[in-house]
């Protein structure tokens, strides 16, 4: 074994599990309240509408504060930063047990938006910190995980808890659960301050050869890219490609949001009992981890950025199809939530590692804040669309539909980027200049 390939190995090892548990405690964090509205809304007199806006009200706050959350990440380090944005987000998700209405529900909601700015691209930027373009889909693939995964254990503890601490201590189920989930993001977070180390260079873990042989493919391949053209940061908000990836991934996103906050619901439509909510979803959300394993390792197999993200995101499309035309039989209607959850979460991890293959430094950091920012968009309006439509229609038919129309929408936008890099190669052959294939 190199010298390389062991430094990849051990840092792998070290730091994917960790990351994973970040993003594991962070997505569950963001979604647990998809289960505490089974008790919540009724405990405090909330709406399905309002729900929804309050569920929404997240993504404004993190909207906002991503793109600056990042640039001062890449000032202060991913070690610094991640682990004060767990600390108060871990904060910020215990105080919604205090939750007693809806202006409480939506200033809550908005904080926790807030402290969580800039999580997910810090780790996205640190993993290209660590790993060289070869091993970078099945890293963020396994990185990826967290998401489903955090549902695949946390469904079941979540409705466990909302049954099983209901009452005790005078406090309501969904109140423990929030108090419970909430606590380990602030402990995780300052063990941030010890585990983590920002570059290969400075991992005491590493052999001073192994340091160096990985440092020195990572600051090749950055010079590589840099070398076909390197751009200034306030370039990347109007790089076509940019613009494009942020509309593959607000498309995307459409449906994961969709399911992540609503699920629970809908599947309750199924069943009386909280607990087979719980396992229900937490199947549904295995497939998806399956799902990640396979097409990643299928990415880097083959080298393909953009056609799995293109039959994923498609595939999704046709759960979603699935389960919106045939909602009068539960299995069926299951059965097309399965597949839209694993269409859409396994283009996820593939889709990220299309950024870096055309942009380095600040510039990165930047498009990537840039593109998850954009397409938190689809966080505010998608779970307030599906309260408003199941007031308005008495169903959620009508907002299944649009989340798989806007999975085929993806699938199409991610095709367009394809297109637009190889008409950039064409123009760079045609007049010798060096310009992001």
């Known amino acids: 074994m190199s010298a390389q390939e062991s430094a990849i190995r051990k840092a792998s090892v070290r730091l994917v599990p960790f990351l994973c548990l970040l993003y594991f405690i962070s997505y569950l964090d963001r979604v647990n309240i998809g289960f505490a509205a089974l008790q919540m809304n009724a405990d405090v007199g909330i709406s399905a509408a309002a729900y929804g806006l309050g569920a929404s009200m997240f993504f404004v706050g993190y909207l906002l504060f991503e793109v600056p959350s990042n640039l001062v990440m890449e000032k202060v380090g991913a070690r610094r930063w991640l682990a004060r944005i767990m600390i108060t987000w871990g904060l910020a998700s215990v105080a919604m047990m205090f939750v007693v209405g809806e202006k409480s529900l939506y200033a809550i909601r908005f904080l926790l938006g807030v402290a969580e700015a800039g999580f997910f691209p810090a780790v996205i930027v640190h993993l290209s910190h660590w790993f060289p373009r070869a091993n970078r889909a099945r890293v963020t693939g396994l990185f990826f995980i967290a998401v489903p995964l955090s549902s695949v254990l946390g469904a079941p503890v979540s409705t466990a808890l909302l049954d099983y601490t209901h009452g005790f201590?005078?406090?309501?189920?969904?109140?423990?659960?929030?108090?419970?989930e909430g606590l380990p993001a602030v402990l995780i977070g300052i063990s941030c301050l010890w585990y983590l180390v920002d570059r290969p260079a400075e991992a005491k873990w590493?052999?001073?050869?192994?340091?160096r042989s990985l440092q020195d493919v990572l600051d090749r391949e950055k010079a590589e890219t840099e070398a076909q053209r390197k751009y200034h940061f306030l370039e990347v908000f109007t790089h076509p490609r940019v613009v494009i990836l942020a509309l593959v991934l607000l498309l995307t996103v459409s449906g994961s949001y969709g399911v992540g906050f609503w699920m629970p619901q809908i599947i309750k439509l199924f069943t009386t009992s909280n607990m087979a909510v719980g396992w229900i979803t937490s199947g549904i959300y295995l497939l998806s981890v399956l799902g990640m394993i396979g097409l990643t390792r299928y990415s880097d197999a083959t080298g393909q950025?953009?056609?799995?993200?293109?039959?994923?995101?498609?595939?999704?499309?046709?759960?979603?199809?699935?389960?919106?035309?045939?909602?009068?039989?539960?299995?069926?209607?299951?059965?097309?939530?399965?597949?839209?959850?694993?269409?859409?979460?396994?283009?996820?991890?593939?889709?990220?590692?299309?950024?870096?293959?055309?942009?380095?430094g600040t510039a990165a950091a930047v498009a990537i804040a840039f593109i998850n920012s954009a397409a938190q968009l689809s966080g505010i309006a998608v779970p307030w669309f599906i309260g408003l439509s199941r007031e308005a229609t008495g169903g959620f038919e009508m907002a299944i539909g649009g989340l798989g129309l806007s999975l085929f929408l993806a699938s199409a936008a991610i095709l367009c980027f394809k297109m637009l890099g190889g008409a950039a190669a064409a123009a760079a052959a045609s007049r010798s200049a060096k310009i992001a294939p």
């Open 206 to 211: 590493l052999t001073p050869q192994e340091a």
């Open 305 to 360: 950025r953009v056609a799995p993200v293109a039959i994923s995101t498609a595939v999704g499309g046709i759960g979603f199809l699935l389960c919106m035309s045939h909602f009068d039989s539960p299995m069926i209607a299951i059965t097309g939530l399965a597949i839209a959850c694993m269409g859409t979460f396994s283009a996820l991890p593939v889709f990220w590692t299309n950024p870096s293959t055309f942009l380095t």
């Open 169 to 180: 201590g005078g406090l309501q189920g969904w109140q423990w659960m929030f108090l419970l």
